[in-house]
């Protein structure tokens, strides 16, 4: 499994950059993933608002929550969600937020 | 002449063309107990010009991308199989009609694509041997299917002429690998020319019928679906 | 004699992982234990079965393209695995296909059953071989048929992938990422397990986004209703990831004044089936919607952007679910260049100033039959549309087809090998590609991002719905 390697941190991520141990996530390791697989500088409060709700639907579902989901609890609009993450809320919010990849063709 | 020769350039040939054609029906009967499903869908275009335009593609070599980046391939495909249909002609020519032989001419122009096809064998063997991507499928039928036609056309050269009084042997070589391939070609790769038909047939029926050919059809297409739908 | 030496070999040494497969047999789940998701067996005479099903399967147009195979080598240039890595010979059509040839020849061909070394004819011995043609036949090829239309002879290769596909996804001896797709589709009945209540929530806000954008309380986005001149059918990604498209649909549909509904199930015309050859997972996603459409005396069938979808519902499903085709089945491009042609909608095609090319998918143009009908539409909705170079029938596969996106053991060689296709998109110098495909979109997207090419990927829906001029 390839590794990203950033300042003194070393992520271990699979072949398409998510995490390859969901349990090491953390927020700097969020950080980390913004930066190298989103093109992200910083992670605002509004980037942390999406991130978390995915979190937490994760840990109580077990899979990845629908964009309209994200979208009702944070109250942004869709196309916000893409300003937000230019890969989309399943490349690259549930990326960020330490999800394996969400099954299927995409 | 002997009457080793010429039992060799008939009795031989039928027998072993008899061979061969009994084989061809096995083999014909053995690809048609495949199932074939049938095609429950409105069709896009039209299965039988697809089937056409499929056969045809051996003449048209612009409309492959591999043989419009390849153009010697397949001029030196062209000529390769030139070489095969004159050898085949001559096989039949030399004991049932031996007097179009007599005209130097005919006889020249024979030799001549023969000879030429002889050369492109030695180019494909070559070929077979230098290039790692067609070395790496190559099967000892491949190569003994390609050195044998070498052979083949190299006795065809000499053969043509038909000089039975001054030497036999080239005639003798030349009939004899003949009767060999007809025996041996339904057992090897040179069986390929049986199910070429079917594989263009094949290929044609389906991307005809869905319209994926023949190419720069399209434009008739349009107005046919908005007919059908 | 100069021979030339090959590289190494590029065909993934990626082992069998079977998590999800053992997960889905300990909880019993409906498609395994009624045996429509076959599941890996350790200890099972797999390699017998292979045989087994290959004779069992084999059709007269497959025993054709195994027989007619001359090794001629004019399919390698056709295949951007092949032309992304020219010194390693195992990413040819041919060597791909003579791994099924090579058993089908021991197996069933008298002289490789007589003489097997003759030919370099050989079957599997155990499942570290089935393994390997895993492998081979999932991770070394798209499926995208270019090599067929460049084949002297014929041979199908692309199919001949697909069936030897099917044969291991019987055994279970395939990619997890196939897996999990599958078992979704069939448990669920959409390839991403979205619930009827996800579907329906948002098939409501995107009805609540168009009234907002068109401020019109009348659109609908209409679910079951019957008697309906058109039958939309989507892919999951459209509700789980992206429902924009959705919208699109929705407002050019008012606008059009169509007589439209979605189906409450049927509604996914995306097929997993046709990537990892299972025609009874085809028969039954495909069946879906046609009994949907059956159900509801929908006039016809109009199917979402998507390539791998068009051709499963267009196409192959109907082959596959033994049904004969009744209502016309259509691409909602056709729909939509339709509602150009008979002035149902109008376009202001200065809104789509950015150059535009169009990516043709492999399903759609070369499998299918769609080259100049989005086109029709682009010219009329877009200033500037340029092609790429091949276009139409002779494009290259966006290199995440087949399936490949699902499969994350084989992104590094389908990324790398997609240099061809970044060259070809960075020559036409436009700042987008539209491509009627959700798979290319993200192919696209994924070629885009690794190889840092200025342009963004857009679906005709898009553009069309950026042009659309509101009613009069």
């Known amino acids: 499994m390839p590794f990203i390697e950033h300042d003194d941190s070393k992520i271990e991520v699979n072949e398409e950059g998510f995490l390859a141990h969901p349990e090491e996530w953390t927020e700097d390791v969020a950080r980390i993933l913004a930066k190298v697989e989103e093109g992200l500088d910083e992670l605002t409060p509004e980037h942390w608002v999406v991130v978390n709700y995915i979190r937490d639907y994760y840990r109580e579902k077990g899979l990845a929550p629908m964009v309209r989901k994200m979208c009702q609890a944070s109250g942004f609009a869709l196309m916000r969600i893409y300003d937000l993450f230019p890969s989309g809320p399943a490349k690259g919010a549930c990326k960020v937020a330490g999800l394996p990849k969400p099954d299927g063709c995409v | ?229 | 004699m100069r021979r030339r030496k090959p590289g190494p070999s590029g065909i993934v040494a990626a082992p069998l992982e079977t998590k999800s497969q053992d997960n889905a047999r300990r909880d019993n789940i409906a498609s395994v234990a009624q045996g429509r998701l076959k599941t890996y067996e350790t200890g099972a005479p797999n390699a017998r079965r292979f045989l087994d099903l290959l004779s069992r399967r084999i059709t007269r147009s497959l025993a054709v393209s195994l027989t007619a195979c001359v090794h001629c080598g004019m399919c390698a240039e056709s295949c951007h695995y092949f032309l992304a890595r020219p010194d390693d010979p195992t990413m040819t059509p041919v060597y791909k296909a003579d791994q099924i040839r090579r058993v089908f020849k021991r197996h069933l061909d008298w002289t490789g059953r007589v003489v097997p070394w003759w030919v370099k004819a050989s079957a599997p011995e155990n499942d570290e071989d089935l393994n390997r043609l895993k492998n081979v036949v999932f991770g070394a090829c798209s499926a995208c048929r270019r090599c067929t239309l460049n084949c002297p002879m014929g041979v199908d290769t692309a199919l001949l992938v697909r069936f030897t596909r099917g044969l291991l996804t019987e055994l279970g001896i395939v990619p997890e990422g196939v897996f999990n797709v599958s078992r979704d589709q069939w448990e669920t009945g959409n390839q991403m397990a979205v619930s009827e209540a996800d579907y329906l929530e948002t098939l409501e806000w995107m009805r609540d986004e168009v009234r907002a954008e068109l401020a019109d309380p009348t659109v609908e986005i209409p679910v079951d209703r019957p008697d309906c001149d058109v039958l939309y059918t989507i892919n999951p990604r459209e509700i789980k990831f992206d429902p924009r498209s959705i919208a699109h649909a929705a407002k050019i549909f008012h606008v059009a004044g169509e007589k439209w509904t979605l189906p409450k199930w049927g509604w996914d015309q995306t097929n997993f089936g046709l990537f990892s050859g299972d025609d009874r997972l085809g028969a039954f996603v495909a069946g879906n919607v046609y009994e949907a459409a059956a159900r509801l005396r929908a006039g016809r069938i109009v199917i979402s952007e998507c390539g791998h979808g068009y051709r499963s519902t267009r196409w192959e499903g109907y082959d596959w679910a033994s049904r004969d085709q009744t209502a016309p089945t259509e691409s909602v491009v056709v729909t939509l260049g339709r509602y150009l042609a008979e002035g149902r909608i109008r376009v202001d095609a200065s809104r789509n100033p950015v150059p535009v090319t169009f990516h043709d998918s492999c399903n759609i143009a070369r499998s299918g039959d769609l080259v100049e009908e989005p086109r029709r539409v682009l010219r009329q909705v877009c200033l500037d549309f340029r092609e790429m170079t091949p276009n139409g029938r002779e494009n290259f596969c966006c290199t995440g087809g087949g399936g490949l996106l699902s499969m994350a053991e084989y992104r590094p060689l389908r990324l790398e090998v997609a240099r061809i296709k970044a060259d070809q998109l960075r020559a036409t110098g436009a700042g987008q590609v539209c491509t009627m495909c959700h798979n290319c979109v993200d192919g696209l997207a994924d070629v885009i991002r690794h190889y840092k090419i200025d342009m963004k990927v857009v679906q005709v829906l898009d553009l069309v719905s950026r042009a659309l001029m509101a009613p009069r």
């Open chain 2, 1 to 229: 002449m002997s009457p080793l020769l010429k039992v060799l350039e008939n009795e031989v040939q039928v027998a072993a063309l008899l061979f061969m054609a009994a084989v061809y029906a096995l083999r014909l009967v053995w690809i048609f107990r495949f199932r074939l499903p049938k095609a429950r869908t409105f069709p896009a275009g039209s299965a039988a010009r697809g089937i056409a335009y499929s056969l045809m593609n051996v003449a048209m070599p612009w409309a492959m991308e591999s043989t419009r980046k390849k153009p010697g391939f397949y001029v030196q495909f062209v000529i390769f199989h030139l070489g095969v249909a004159a050898a085949i002609s001559a096989t039949l020519i030399i004991p049932y009609r031996p007097a179009l032989f007599e005209n130097e001419v005919l006889v020249r122009v024979f030799q001549a694509v023969i000879a030429a096809a002889f050369l492109m064998g030695l180019l494909r063997l070559y070929r077979r041997l230098a290039n790692p991507v067609v070395r790496l499928v190559s099967s000892a039928d491949d190569y003994l299917s390609l050195v044998l036609m070498i052979l083949f056309f190299a006795a065809g050269v000499m053969a043509v002429p038909n000089d039975y009084r001054r030497a036999e042997w080239p005639l003798v070589l030349f009939f004899g690998l003949t009767a060999f391939f007809l025996v041996y070609v339904p057992f090897s790769k040179i069986g390929h020319y049986l199910y070429y038909p079917f594989a263009r047939i094949f290929l044609g029926r389906a991307l005809g019928r869905r319209g994926a050919l023949p190419a720069g059809s399209i434009r008739g297409r349009g107005a046919e679906r908005e007919a059908g739908r």
